[in-house]
């Protein structure tokens, strides 16, 4: 049985949470500028400065191997543009980007990849940091 008090608590958390969340603009979708290729099933990480790194993917042909995209791009949001940044040591499409403590981004595995890579938004750059056999 559920006392008075943690009732009342439960209920005003309740109705503060609703009246903030009431009180907010509702979201909307604006164009931007297009990515330097179309892209499915590649990642989209949000880097410490603010701009979203786009890895990998492939060309809307999931597991076609001559599809899939190598390339990484940096979505700018103040500018509304995205630029190409380089390419990844293999292409790889359906992997995994975490954001990690440092800033860099660790991007693993992929459709048959057995390497990991470290992107430094610092230097700009991928590097293989692990072969997984």
Request: proline residues 4%.
């Amino acid at each position: 049985m559920t006392n008075f008090k943690t009732a009342s608590a439960l209920v005003l958390f309740l109705a503060c949470s609703a009246s903030r969340s009431a009180a907010r603009v509702p979201s909307t979708f604006t164009s931007t500028g297009s990515m330097t290729a179309p892209r499915a099933g590649h990642t989209a990480t949000l880097l410490t400065n603010g701009k979203v790194l786009i890895a990998g993917g492939s060309h809307f042909q999931p597991f076609a191997q001559d599809e899939v995209h190598a390339s990484a791009e940096l979505y700018d949001p103040s500018m509304g543009a995205f630029s190409l940044i380089g390419s990844m040591s293999v292409p790889r499409t359906f992997h995994a980007a975490s954001l990690l403590t440092d800033g860099k981004v660790f991007i693993v595995c992929g459709d048959s990849v057995g390497t990991a890579l470290l992107y430094d938004s610092c230097m700009g750059m991928c590097a293989v940091v692990a072969i997984m056999g």
